[in-house]
């Protein structure tokens, strides 16, 4: 796999090269970057003409994208990181308390990062939960359910059958809150 950042109609465009590439895709990611995936025999005059030809669609998504949560995260100030680690480090122990004993569980460490590709994370055999500051750009259900899907890996550390029983028993609407996330 190859890359290479191009400038295309003042568009700053990544073109990621693969083998397997049977046809040139084109995306706006979360961050309101520009990625197009081609083969590694396309030539570069048809993915600036591809690009090209889909400029309207390109600006309508990086607009769409400047408004997201992911670009918030991605573009926010240190002091803007600060307050959401101490918005999501108050209301997560408030959660702890209660949800400790419901689950019948404790956690030992609790860690909070900003995180880029995970919500949250669970070392049941030491105790250990870290939990996503990006979790204040979302609903308050949306740390609920991360809490408690972290304290039930306590319980069961895969997202097997038991697990999502286990889930649906403490969190009836937790497929909701997750596809809050999701989206």
């Known amino acids: 796999m190859q890359n290479e950042v191009i400038d295309i109609a003042g568009l700053e465009v990544q073109i990621v090269r693969r083998k397997r590439m049977r046809s040139i895709r084109l995306r706006v990611a ?15 005059r048809n993915i600036i003409e591809f690009v090209e030809k889909h400029l309207d669609w390109i600006k309508a998504r990086k607009e769409s994208a400047m408004h997201s949560r992911t670009y918030q995260a991605e573009h926010a100030s240190e002091e ?3 307050e959401w680690r101490q ?26 990062r900003n995180m ?11 105790g250990r939960v870290c939990i996503n500051t990006r979790l204040a750009l979302y609903p308050p259900r949306c740390l609920e359910y991360v809490v408690v899907h972290e304290l039930v890996h ?30």
Request: proline letters at 6%; a positive charge; glycine letters at 4%.
């Open 80 to 82: 803007e990181k600060r």
């Open 116 to 126: 880029k590709s995970r919500w949250g994370s669970c070392q049941p055999a030491t």
């Open 154 to 183: 306590m319980l069961e550390p895969s997202h097997n059958a038991r697990f999502h029983a286990l889930m649906t028993k403490y969190l009836p609407d937790w497929k909701e809150s997750r596809d809050l996330l999701k989206g």
């Open 87 to 112: 918005l999501v480090e108050a209301a997560t122990r408030v959660l702890l308390e209660t949800w400790e004993p419901i689950i019948g569980v404790r956690v030992k460490k609790l860690a909070f």
């Open 30 to 44: 979360g961050d309101a970057s520009v990625v197009v995936s081609a083969s590694l025999r396309e030539p570069k």
